[in-house]
Structures are given as structure tokens and as C-alpha cells.
């Protein structure tokens, strides 16, 4: 009994505190993965809307961030609404997107030349509201710059989706440098799952969740968005089964 | 040439009589055409030319160059030669274009004097006698006579020499005084002290969006294109262009295009007037909104792209093309332009292309087996898994050089898991259908 007088006490004060914040409602909108081992470290139990979402590639992706956009991509193809998407260098290949799920008519590029300018043009894009997701591809997010885009977004209830490439691989430590997202994931590529027959099968990802308000960090493998943008979870390389099977080619 | 000289050479040539006053109207026509095309500050240069301040608004066609190369092109399309010339000042524009033998100059920020020093005398907006006179005396070029000491020219031939001279150097200015007409919804507000500070320049262009929209929604029209015109004591203007993807008769949404670029107004020592112009409208109908229970409704873009192509930067959406080579599958359409097409091919496709394929050493079986190792970049990768061939075929009705041209592309996967496009050149057989080499194209997430 005064157990459960405590835990009442305790909720109480959290409701408040999340009143006093401001969070309480946001918390409340988030977009779920749909697989329950990822959505339970989620606060929420999902990825927030009106937050700030932080990906990188792991390995040669800091560079390429194939990955880390695809996974975005995934993401922001399971929203409502347009999207637009912020980058600076011209290398994004439409139709991979389009088979994560992402129709072209939902998404406005803006390409600028500098960096800074793309953080202002997400900025603008969160403040506006009504869109379902915004995407940049950034090179540096500084702490002030991030907790701009996260109140940016807060505000209107959009998310933001930062996908971080770095124009060497020695410069990804910056990923290190904390800033104001509320989730920041790396996205590493795996082999593929094995198919019965020779060939490339579904890609698979490690996918870290590296940092996450009020939550701790979780590491999983999953394989890549399908056509709908969706993941799902995929045995760890560690059951053998990669090592099996010799190369079909390789002889 | 006179005319009879001109008859004997060419048989059968049409004489035209001369229609000065005709000519001009046709001039005034056109003038009118580039204010609400290119620029807020467009004039007649008599006899033969067109004179704009297109600072502040080159941004809408897409840069200096663009800007350019379109209106020449444009002409062109009418089978009309025209001369085109960006420079710092009035003077040296218009010297540049009627005496460089290029149909497009641009005379980078500061580099007038090298620009013109060259050019005859002829160029320099004198009256006829003047200049002959300065012949008799043997200057030949500008160069030669801004060199001059100014005090005897001024004595013999009075003060017009100096003037035309400072003008086209910029050392004197001299405003363009801007054509209107009266079908043109104009607003203005001049003060009575100068102003000066963001925040006035910002309140007064609020008040004035409210005026033009009330003028606007009087007429049922909305506006593409609206200039804010500054008129500051010491005689000079400067104009903010803001165009629009559609038809626009928001207050707020207008408010915002032209706030968002107070900054670049240089109020020096003072603004006297505030003018705001639509100068290219279009009708605009009020729609009612059918109100649904179910709220699917999706929200409205086009103000977020409109402050987006403000700012300069590139707004588009991205079409699929109906091409096999991965390079021309895509297109980039206007983003207000709507389309419901996407890509219909179900083989994997990489989320990153290189805009050049990236030559790579391959180890590969002929005539259809994927490489069994790759050299990408000084690294070596060895191949675990492969996807292919695909066959993409040179799209001959494009270019004769691809009438046989073939590429071949493969998945490739390494131990890590990096998964690369790959393709080779030629069928592998016939060595008419391409080299043979082998490149990365694409990277797979």
C-alpha cells in the first residue's frame, strides 16, 4: 500500500516535471518500428515526432552514408506529409528511396552550396510545421546549431532527421561531440542475408543506438528497409552462418 | 553604305523605310517585358537599347550567367540578335555591349577600368561633335582620354566630358529612372524623416504588403512577382525582387519573402520611400474549401519553397525518366510542378551514384561472371556474393557513338558487407560494344 501511495507520489512528479518541460506532449507522438525489442528502448515507445534524430554510417559509410540515408529515408517514407530534404553535394540516387518506400512526389530537394546553409534551410523547414519529416545531410552540428533544429522542431511537431558524412573516414570522431538530438544512431553495413541460390540477398544492418534521452544505449541487427521503409529484426553474424558457405564465385 | 550602293552589290534587296517613332514604341514594348521578366529597375537606353539593375534580382533566373545566356537565347528564339552586358555602371554596360564583338559580356565587380579603356570614344554617351572633335585631336580610345588632365578638356569642350567619364567609372552615380505603367499595382510610403533601422524598415514593408494585398484583392489577382523599391536621401535606389511558385495574395506569406532579406538593404544615410510593386500578376480566384471529417489534409508547401528560391538556393523535385542508363533516369522537375510517377524497375538500385563512374581493376571470368575481385581506390576488396549481369544498351537515338554500346551491371558484395554497382563496358565477347573495363557506379546502404 505505501508502496503503491509512493509510486503515485513519484508519477505525479514526473507528470509535473514533463508539464514544466514541455515534453508532455510531444512524448506522445512518436513513430514506432513496429518491432518491439527497438520500440521498448524508445522512450515512448517509438521515435519521437517534433525531435531531432541524429545518423551516421559506420566504417567507409561516414563517408558515403549510403546507409544512414537509407535508414532515414525508411523513416521518413513512414510519415505523413512532404518531406523535404536539405544536402549539399548532389550524389543521391532517387530510385534506391523509391524502393524504400519514399514516392518522389513527397519530396522537395533544396540543394545549397554551404554548409551553414543547409542548417538554416532545415531550420526554417521544421519552423514551418506541416511537413512529415526533414532530412539534412550535414558534415558538422555543432551544440548550438543542434538544440536550434531540436526546438525548431519541438515547436511544430516535424521531425528532424540529420544524416552525418564526413569528407574523411579520420573525421567521424566528431561524431563523439554531444549535441542536442534526442536520438543519435549509427548505422553499419552487414553482409547480406544468405539466399538458397547464389546472389546479393536482403542487405543487413548493425544498427547502434548510440545515444537516446531518458533511455539507455541498445545495439541491434536488422535487416534493411523493405518497400514500405520498414526494418526487421535479423539473427547477429555470430551463428555460423556467414561462414559457411565458401564463395560461389571465389572458385 | 548608302542605299543605292547597297542595291548594286545584292540584287533584289527590300528597301524599308526608316519608322523612328515605331521603333520606339516597339522598344518601350520590350522594356516593359524585361521589367516584369528580369529586373524591378528597367529603362529605355534610346535609341537602341535597354537599360536594368538586375543586382538583387539575377537570383530568380538562376545567377549572372543564366541571366545572360536566357535573355540571348530568348531572342534568339524570335530570330532577334541581341547584346548583352553585366557591368558595375550604367556607362560601361552599355559600352560593353555595343562594342564587344560577343553577343554575352560580364565584366566581373571592379574591373571596369580594364574593361573599357580599350573601347572607342564613340562609346562614351557624347553628342556627335564632341567626339569628332576629339578624333580631330587624336584620342582614339577611353583609356587615352580619362588619362587626360581633366582641366583643359573642361575649358574646351565644358563639363560633359568629366561627367561621362565619372559615371562610367563609378566615381558619380546615376540612377536609372525605372519605366511604369499604369496597369502596375504599386503601394508606396514616403517619410518625412528618414528612416534607417531593420526594425522600421521591417514594420513600414508590413504595412505596405497589407496595402498591396488590399489592391490586389480588390482586382482578383495574385502575384508572381513583386519588386520593394528603396529610395534613399542621397538620390540612389535599390531593389528587393521576391518571386513567388504560384499566385500569392497572403499577407503573411509575402511579409515573410520580403523580411527575410531586410538585411541586404543598405539604408546608408537614410530612406526616403518605400515603394512596393507587383509587377507580374496573375488571376487568382477564391476557392472554397470543401471541409472533410477525416483529416487527410495535406498542407501547402509552395510559401516554404517560394523562401527557399529567395534565398538562392536550388528548390526541385525529382521525376523518373524513361531511360535504362541509370544517369538519365532521373530528372529534376520544378518543385511546384506535380507528378505521380516513380520508378518502375523492381532490381535493386544504390542510394549514392557517382556522377563519374570510378575506373577499377577487375578479376573476372568472360564472357558473364562478376569480377571475383575488385581494386577500388588502392583497396582491394574480394568478392563473397554477386548479383548480374544486368544489360543496359547505348541509347542510340540519343547519340550515334551508342548505337553498339553496351554495359553490363553487377552487385557486388565484400566480407564486410560493402555492396558496390559495378559495371563493365562491352558484352565481354565483342569488342564493338565497348573496352571492356570495369568501373564502380553506384554504393548500396
Redesign the interface.
Known sequence: MAQGAANLVISELRERIQHLEGTAKRLKHVLPFGIPDIDNRLPGGGLAFGALHEFAGG??GTV????A???A?GIAART???V?WCLTR??????????AGL???R??????DREE?VLA?ME??LA????GAVVGELVRLPMTTSRRLQLAAEKTGTMGLAVRRWRRQTEANDYGQPTAATTRWR??????EALPV????R???FLELMRVKAGECAEFFVG??DATGRINLSPGPGNGQDQAGR?V??G | MAAAKAQAIFHGLMLVDADPAADAAALERLTLWALGQYSPIVAVDAPDGIVMDTEGADHLQGGETLMVTGIVNRFRGRMLSARVAVADTWGAAHACARAVQRETVIVPAGETERAVEGLPLSMLRLPAKTVDDLRMLGFKTIGELSAQPRAPLALRFGPEIGRRLDQMFGRLAEPIDPIRTPELIEVSRAFAEPIGAPETIDKYVGRLVVQLVEELQRKGLGVRRADLIVEKVDGTRQAIRAGTAKPARDVAWLTKLFRDRTEKIEPGFGIEKLTLVAVMTEALEDLQKSSALVE?E??D?T???D??GN?G????????VFSDV?ER??Q?IA?AA??????A?HW????????RPDRIEAIALMPD??P?SITWRGRRM??????GPERVFGEWWKRDAELEAVRDYF???G?????LWIFRQGDGVDPGTGSHRWFVH????
Not at chain 1, 90 to 99: S, T, V
Not at chain 2, 382 to 387: C, E, F, G, L, N
Open positions: 566504417g567507409a558515403d552514408g549510403a546507409a540515408a537509407l535508414f529515408a505523413k506529409g512532404q523535404v548532389p550524389d543521391l540516387f532517387f530510385p534506391a528511396l523509391a524502393q514516392h518522389p512526389k519530396v522537395i530537394f533544396v540543394e545549397v546553409d534551410s526554417e523547414a514551418y510545421g506541416g511537413l548505422v553499419s553495413v552487414l553482409p547480406s547464389s546472389g546479393v540477398g542487405a543487413r544492418w534493411a528497409c564463395s564465385y571465389s | 487527410d495535406t498542407s508547401v510559401p516554404l519553397v523562401i527557399f534565398r538556393h536550388r528548390v526541385f523535385r525529382v521525376a523518373p541509370p533516369s532521373v529534376r518543385a506535380v507528378n505521380d510517377e516513380t520508378w524497375n535493386p538500385r544504390p542510394v549514392r551514384l557517382l556522377a561472371h562478376p571475383a574480394k568478392v563473397k556474393r554477386a548479383d552487385i557486388v558484395e566480407e564486410g558487407g560493402e555492396r553506384g554504393i548500396f546502404a
